[in-house]
């Protein structure tokens, strides 16, 4: 009886074993363009710090700029939802892809700590020549944004936070099983293969966001899925993964709650009362530690919700952005 259960033990992890090289295989077959040929037509690129950034525009070239920065897993398109609207409204969105995810080249020192995101936010700006703008960011986009708003205030004219993963109040680094594993390269690349850029998975993982499934069509996970066939991504998000899950921040100035007590630009807080990735509580007390900060709260919205309630979000946004805006404030 042992030795049944011992083989099949060793069945098992065998079978496990080829299934995650499947997919590793899988993703180096599809991962074969560069950026630039696999963004869509006519895609705009801005040079940032050495790397190619992609992003897309929507609204009149003299509009109030708002930049959009995505969270985990996304890219400039899956803001179209909100973008659009806002744009027709008379606002300039520019949304960028921020690496290791949608057609932006990656880091060579596959940096993705606060400070380096930070950094590539304002050096964005920068290669666009925005000196002044509104700038939005959801989930784990939150804390680099925050880090680069606080390194330069001045330059921001308002800061809309949409279920933003922040970590506040952390006492301790994170400390994860398998730690080891993750930081060689084959286990890291199986895992991040099997899962984050897995195409299969795209659909399970948006329904575990987004409180109705009827919202993640086929179309929509198609969306998310199209930069998978660029060079390297498998790779790339693999290291991302690992710093994000093993990079000490509590040190970052996104980490601190003074820094928040003493930035003064107005501040929208939009959360989704349902959401289980960040719960509300986080929300209010974020929104509790700016001078001046708003939380609008979506009943019956999970952790997307500019997928999720699109025409609340764009309102809520046009009209904080037309009440806060530079000439009245």
Known sequence: MIRIVGWLAVTL??????????????????????????APAGALFATVDGLKIHYQVWGPLDGPPLLLFHGTASWAETY?????PLGEQGFRVIAPDMPPFGYSQRPADQDYSRAAHAKRVLGFADALGLRHFSVGVHSYGGGGVIEAAFSAPARIDSLILLDVA???????APTLP??????????????????FTNPLMVGPGLRAFIENDNLVTAERIAIYARPFNVE???????HWLFSGLYN????????NPANYRTFM??????WGRDDTTTPLEQGEEIASLFPQAELAVLDGVNHIPQVERPHDVVRLIANFLKRISPTTR
Do not use: H, Q, Y
Not at 265 to 270: C, G, N, T, W
């Open 166 to 172: 922040l970590g506040l109040g952390r006492t301790e």
């Open 248 to 255: 000490d921040e509590r040190k970052s100035l996104a980490a």
């Open 232 to 238: 390297g991504t498998t790779d790339a998000v693999g």
């Open 13 to 38: 992890v065998v079978l496990i074993v080829v299934v995650l090289a499947g997919f590793r295989g899988a993703a180096a077959l599809r991962e074969n363009r560069s950026p630039e040929e696999a």
């Open 80 to 84: 179209r939802d909100i973008a659009a």
């Open 178 to 195: 398998f730690a080891a594993l993750l930081n060689l390269r084959w286990p890291r690349e199986l895992l991040t293969a099997s899962t």
């Open 265 to 270: 630009p107005p501040v929208l807080v939009i």
